[in-house]
């Protein structure tokens, strides 16, 4: 896999780099404690590299929307990231109208955020990942290790696979190791206070 670093998890969102790629999987409500977490790695990430960025951030129909100061939140990190952000992709699952609810919020975000010109809104993962792949640079994951992300992602919330993913082989845990970072109170409160 090109560059990958494992999944991390935390409160039930993964997050994975892959070269100069960022993927989430969101399984949880869109809370200003996850939020910030992810952002918090995203940055951290973003430091490691050099260059502009792509993100993939995948939201299961259990993933209800972000609240309003999620919402705002988002959108201040947003910003802060938009510099270095050549394509930001989201593939909403789900019924048509928790994909409509989606797209709404998602659409207002980009707007306070200003990047609406370079986030792309998918119904599914495999037109979410090809999305993702028209501004691939060398650094980028494939087609194939995109996949292997998400099948390790949703291994690692617990959640069985989109079936897009479910011809991937079984990603092995010598190359990718799911660290689960606990969702226990102390951590969440410390997100929750900032």
Do not use: C
């Amino acid at each position: 896999m090109a560059g990958g670093t494992g999944v991390e998890v935390f409160d039930g969102v993964a997050a994975s780099w892959a070269g100069d790629t960022f993927i989430t999987l969101w399984n949880a409500a869109g809370r200003l404690h996850r939020s910030r977490w992810l952002y918090d790695l995203a940055e951290k990430g973003l430091a490691e590299r050099s260059g502009s960025i792509s993100g993939m951030l995948v939201l299961l129909p259990t993933a209800d929307p972000p609240d309003r100061a999620t919402r705002v939140e988002n959108a201040v990190r947003l910003r802060r990231l938009k510099p270095s952000m050549r394509r930001l992709v989201t593939v909403a699952l789900g019924d048509s109208f928790r994909v409509s609810i989606a797209r709404s919020v998602l659409r207002g975000m980009a707007l306070v955020g200003a990047i609406s010109r370079s986030m792309e809104i998918e119904t599914t993962l495999e037109r979410g990942a090809r999305a993702l792949l028209t501004t691939a640079s060398p650094e980028s994951p494939s087609l194939d290790d995109i996949r292997e992300i998400l099948v390790a992602q949703y291994e690692a919330l617990g959640v069985a696979p989109d079936p897009w993913l479910e011809d991937v082989r079984r990603v092995s845990f010598t190359r990718m190791s799911a660290r689960a970072v606990t969702s226990d109170s102390i951590q969440a409160r410390r997100y929750a206070r900032r």
